[in-house]
């Protein structure tokens, strides 16, 4: 697998492509890619940027989303074009996209990507799936769970959802020619390579656990008997309308926390609106029954989950047992919360990750001299699975997470 | 039972402790919001501040008025706090604003708003150095009337004011209803005005002084070409005069030289005797012939000499032998004035470098006129002393009539005479200076003169030494 990543600041969207593009095809040798990812700010978003990067690469799939910023090696590029190439003659990929999810109904959407990827792909080895979706979509575990319907419940999937200018007005995907919205677009890689997965967030409890006594996909109803919302106004100290002047600040900072038994971490939940019924509209399933949590975030915390992450990803495992010497690429696909809280320190995050990924591979054998090129986005949401063996390492949705991919052969 | 009831308190103490805790993590969580509500401010300040420094360092550096206001980027304006950025420059002679920025705005909406900017709001804002805000501006009608036009929820509005050319003022602001503004933002927004006005200074004043620049390297231009073509003309005419001179003088010598042959054979009588009356008369063309064969060869010498065809056969000669010559030479003018002769060498002026046959012609002409200008029992002395440069001066002095102020600067052209009584009684051809002057500048030297009327003068060269 030979990897290429390149990165371009410049306004005209054909010379930032241009750009972008000759500095991953350069690295690529004279080798030809297999796969293109293509990330962007959402101004760069429009039917001439695919037109533009389809006359360089006619017949290689291309995947994609618009975010709040492009993360490149250990840098946060805004207002820029990224493009990274993969060659592999190992690999083995299926690209598929469900748009009019709105209309089909979420669960039923990821049915029909979990088809469409398996259409090419009889009889091969299956490792993982990468899914991007539209960042405003509000019932990412629905789609998952259609999603496992097809490829299985275990079956490991990965990935984040598009974003804006924090706006949260419009996000894009990229699919070969098309610019899609409402719409998720899956990558199904097979073949006889290498990967690995981590993800954390860092937040921790704060206060009393309590229990969703009312709840129904992603509404939360009521918790401990009262309107779901008493619980913002009781901590906070804030009526109804204060909240919500303040909902899109505190849902990232103070998000709820679902507790999942045996793993370290709390499944995290932001708050989308309030309902006049006191009901909270949560980004991601909140089932009865379960306990949750208010949660803080500090930026050390944040930080040092981040670290955390990256240890888990360069440490061989049962389902990795030989990713710490055949890692070709790291993705991360990273909460934009975490941009919001960290602010100026954000970068110090994706440092933590390159420093890791130095001291645990590049500094030993036989790494010794290479590089691995490290290329993600800010997401409005993470896919990823926990790693509790209880949950056989079923993929959730989460909020204010980092998700960490290394991919090699 | 006993124990039901121990455990049953130890239950209630603990939920009692929950609660408390949970009553803790309440002031954790209020003051958590406030500390991060405040650091965000503080970061969004700082993150402000830096974008205001990139501004201003990139637009310190840009001398082209146009290129000013390109400067500010929306990723700069974005860091600052806002997503939307208009500059507008005043016209006197359209008597409307001209949109030199736009950030966040299509150019149709940027000619819309322009269209309907409300002139004399924005000159008295201008005239009154004042900045507006969304936020300080107690107007409510204004304050919205602003925000329908610009379409946003939060403006700020800052004159621009260069001290010379047209003035204006920049507009920030963002359609976030939850960005609060403060004093402090208004602050940001003035000095960035206050920036762009210096920058507009700087480059209307650098190009003043380029377009100054220009016209006076254009007028050198044109006076070179005017100087050059002018002496183009002059070198064309004066090489038309000396070749003219060389050819008049080549066809002159030839009947000169038999005139000359046959005067010479009619007074040796050897065809046959002459009255004395026709031998008076044929020595007189004998004579006049001779001075005309004189004129006929300086005019020849001084035109070759003029166009390098005579180059100086150079060589190291002793002055005093030179002298000598010329004393012997002199001699019977000498004694029939009894004029006195006399030389001083310096000992590091001993010797020139110089085409011997040249020189005798320097030093009989100058001594001739030495002793033509100078009245009986007169002195001539020649010095000599070395210069720096590997020159040394030759001074000849007379104590004769001297020559007039106005005349000295003509002394040295061709056919030019002194008007002296000497001169009216005495033939000369007007090419003796002249022709001493061609041939110390072909050695690389000078020669001038200095002269006091009834006391004398000095003719003063410069030769090279060996």
């Known amino acids: 697998m030979i990897v290429g990543i390149g990165i371009s600041k410049q306004i005209d969207i054909s010379s930032a492509l241009q750009e972008a593009f000759w500095q991953a095809k350069i690295q690529l040798k004279d080798k030809e890619p297999t796969l293109c990812f293509l990330f962007s700010s959402p101004e760069f978003a429009g039917l001439s940027i695919l037109k533009n990067i389809h006359i360089y690469l006619p017949h290689i799939p291309i995947v994609g989303v618009s975010t709040f910023g492009i993360i490149f090696d250990s840098h946060i590029y805004r207002h820029s074009l990224a493009v990274c190439l993969i060659h592999s003659e190992n690999l083995k990929i299926s690209v598929a996209k469900v748009n009019d999810i709105r209309k089909k109904d979420a669960f039923m959407a990821g049915r029909e990507l979990g088809i469409n990827l398996l259409k090419d792909f009889k009889g091969e080895k299956r490792n993982f799936a990468m899914v991007f979706s539209d960042g405003l979509l509000e019932e990412g575990t629905k789609l998952l769970l259609g999603l496992q319907e097809i490829l299985g419940a275990s079956f490991p999937l990965l990935g984040g959802s598009a974003s804006d200018n924090l706006k949260f007005k419009q996000t894009y995907l990229y699919f070969n020619e098309e610019l899609l919205t409402d719409a998720v677009v899956g990558i199904l890689f097979g073949g006889k390579i290498v990967f690995n997965l981590s993800s954390r967030h860092g937040w921790k409890p704060l206060g009393k656990s309590r229990t969703v006594t009312k709840s129904k996909g992603n509404i939360a109803q009521e918790i401990d008997g009262q309107p779901a919302v008493n619980l913002y106004k009781d901590y906070f100290g804030k009526d109804t309308l204060l909240l919500k002047k303040d909902l899109k600040y505190i849902s990232t900072l103070y998000p709820l926390g679902i507790y999942l038994e045996g793993e370290e971490e709390y499944l995290l939940r932001n708050i989308l609106s309030i309902e006049d019924d006191g009901s909270l509209i949560c980004q991601g399933d909140i089932p009865e029954g379960s306990a949750v949590r208010l949660m803080i975030g500090t930026k050390d915390s944040c930080i040092s989950a981040t670290q955390q992450a990256a240890e888990e990803l360069t440490t061989e495992s049962i389902i990795s047992p030989a990713i710490t010497k055949k890692i070709n690429i790291v993705f991360i696909f990273n909460s934009v919360s975490r941009y919001v809280l960290l602010r100026r320190l954000a970068e110090n995050e994706l440092m933590a990750v390159q420093t890791t990924i130095k001291n645990n591979l590049l500094d030993k054998s036989p790494y010794k001299n290479l590089n691995i090129p490290i290329i993600g986005f800010y997401t409005y949401g993470e896919y990823a699975p926990l790693k509790a063996l209880h949950y056989q390492g079923r993929t959730h949705f989460h909020n204010q997470s980092v998700v960490l991919t290394a991919i090699g052969e | ?466």
């Open chain 2, 1 to 466: 039972m006993e124990k039901i009831k121990e455990l049953n308190s130890y239950v209630a103490h603990l939920k009692k402790s929950l609660d408390e805790i949970d009553e803790q993590a309440k002031l954790i969580l209020r003051t958590d919001i406030e500390l991060n509500k405040t650091q965000e401010e503080l970061d969004k300040k700082i993150t402000a501040l830096y974008a205001l420094q990139r501004i201003s360092r990139e637009i310190s550096k840009t001398l082209d008025e146009t290129k000013i206001f390109a400067q500010i980027q929306e990723s700069h304006l974005e860091d600052i706090g806002f997503e939307k950025a208009l500059g507008f420059l005043w016209s006197e002679k359209n008597k409307r604003f001209n949109p030199v920025l736009n950030i966040g705005y299509s150019e149709k909406e940027t000619e819309f708003i322009a269209s309907q900017l409300e002139n004399n709001l924005y000159l008295k804002l201008m005239a009154n150095i004042e900045t507006i805000s969304s936020f300080s501006l107690t107007d409510k009608q204004l304050n919205e009337k602003i925000k329908n036009l610009f379409k946003v929820n939060s403006f700020i509005i800052a004159p621009i004011l260069p001290k010379d050319g047209s003035q204006g003022f920049l507009f920030v602001g963002t359609e976030m209803t939850d960005t609060l503004l403060s004093a402090g933002n208004e602050e940001l927004i003035n000095i960035l005005a206050n920036q762009i006005s210096q920058a507009l200074e700087n480059a209307r004043l650098f190009e003043k002084i380029w377009q100054a620049q220009q016209e006076l390297e254009r007028k050198v231009e044109e006076r070179t070409i005017q100087l050059s073509s002018a002496l183009e003309e002059i070198k064309l005419i004066s090489k038309r005069k000396s070749d003219f001179v060389s050819a008049v003088s080549h066809e002159l010598r030839t009947p000169l030289t038999s005139i000359k042959g046959y005067a010479s054979i009619l007074l040796s009588e050897k065809l046959g005797q002459l009255p004395s009356a026709v031998k008076e008369r044929l020595e007189k063309i004998n004579r006049h012939s001779d001075e005309l064969s004189r004129l006929v060869n300086d005019l020849l010498d001084i035109s070759r000499i003029e166009s390098g065809k005579v180059t100086m056969k150079q060589e190291i000669i002793n002055l005093k032998e030179i002298l000598e010559e010329i004393k012997d030479l002199m001699n019977v003018q000498l004694k029939e004035k009894n004029i006195e002769f006399s030389y001083e060498l310096s000992a590091e002026a001993e010797y020139v470098f110089a085409d011997r046959q040249q020189l005798n012609r320097v030093f009989i002409n100058l001594v001739g006129n030495a002793i033509k200008f100078t009245p009986p029992e007169g002195k001539i002395f020649i010095k000599t002393h070395s210069l720096e440069n590997k020159m040394c001066q030759i001074d000849v002095s007379d104590t004769g009539i001297g020559i007039p102020q106005e005349s000295i600067k003509a002394i040295f052209d061709e056919f030019y005479r002194v008007d002296n009584p000497i001169n009216q009684r005495v033939k000369g051809t007007g090419l003796g200076l002249s022709l001493v002057k061609r041939i110390v500048e072909a050695h690389g030297g000078n020669i001038w003169v200095k002269s006091k009327l009834n006391e004398g003068s000095t003719f003063s060269f410069t030769l090279p030494k060996p």
